[in-house]
């Protein structure tokens, strides 16, 4: 049971360059959703889903897409990275709205040159 | 919208001492969930204790206990005989029943002395 599982741990990108943070969890849980963790500020949430075919954004959702064609899988994408965008990201799940508290990915860690 | 706030940035406790970081928050729900997470400096997301806002008594987990008092709307966790492993950061969180939202305040850094 893998969990959720975050890919890259590490990525370096140049100014306006685009990625795709990939996010993948084998537990069938609805909810899936993006933190982004900056020091001083705790994690922040960017984009989420609430099962496949349904995003919404989050607090801090500027420079990133998401879209959720299946269960499993959550990709998030910077359409044109900035310097602003370093940070360590994080996606977590859960079954039922917060009952059970979330499982996180072991988080990505971008700096934006 | 949920406010939490964690008022102790960083914090330091002896081996085997007891240490209680504190949090407290803000909402106008009456059905929320409350919770603390550990991070170690492996930067994984470690779910400690959780608490259910309409039940009054407190949640433990071995070493772990929370303080729930629900008028001041403060929650404390109470680390009893600390372990080095236990050196990490410490994120409060809330969330709302019938909401997806997790909210997070902005941590305390806990170093466990030898």
């Known amino acids: 049971n893998a969990g959720v599982t975050q890919t890259p741990k590490f990525q370096v990108l140049k100014t306006g360059q685009s990625m795709t943070l990939q996010c993948a969890q084998d537990m069938n849980h609805e909810y899936m959703s993006w933190y982004r963790q900056d020091p001083g500020m705790g994690l922040r949430l960017i984009h989420y889903s609430v099962g496949a075919g349904i995003t919404d954004q989050g607090e801090v959702p500027n420079g990133y897409n998401v879209s959720r064609s299946t269960t499993e899988d959550f990709p998030l994408r910077l359409l044109s990275a900035a310097p602003s965008q370093t940070s360590v990201y994080f996606c977590a799940s859960s079954y039922e709205h917060s009952l059970y508290g979330y499982t996180f990915g072991s988080g990505t860690r971008l700096t934006v040159v | 919208a949920q406010t939490v706030t964690q008022s102790q940035p960083e914090m330091s406790v002896q081996e085997a001492e007891t240490v209680t970081l504190s949090c407290t928050y803000d909402t106008s729900e009456n059905n929320y969930y409350l919770f603390w997470y550990k991070q170690p400096p492996s930067r994984q997301m470690i779910l400690v204790i959780r608490?259910?806002?309409?039940?009054?008594q407190n949640a433990t987990e071995n070493r772990f206990s929370v303080n729930f008092q629900k008028a001041a709307k403060s929650f404390s966790l109470k680390i009893s005989d600390s372990q080095l492993g236990d050196t990490a950061m410490y994120f409060c969180?809330?969330?709302?029943?019938?909401?997806?939202?997790?909210?997070f305040g902005k941590g305390t850094k806990l170093s466990v002395i030898p």
């Open positions: 608490q259910e806002a309409y039940k009054q």
């Open positions: 969180a809330s969330s709302w029943a019938g909401s997806y939202q997790l909210t």
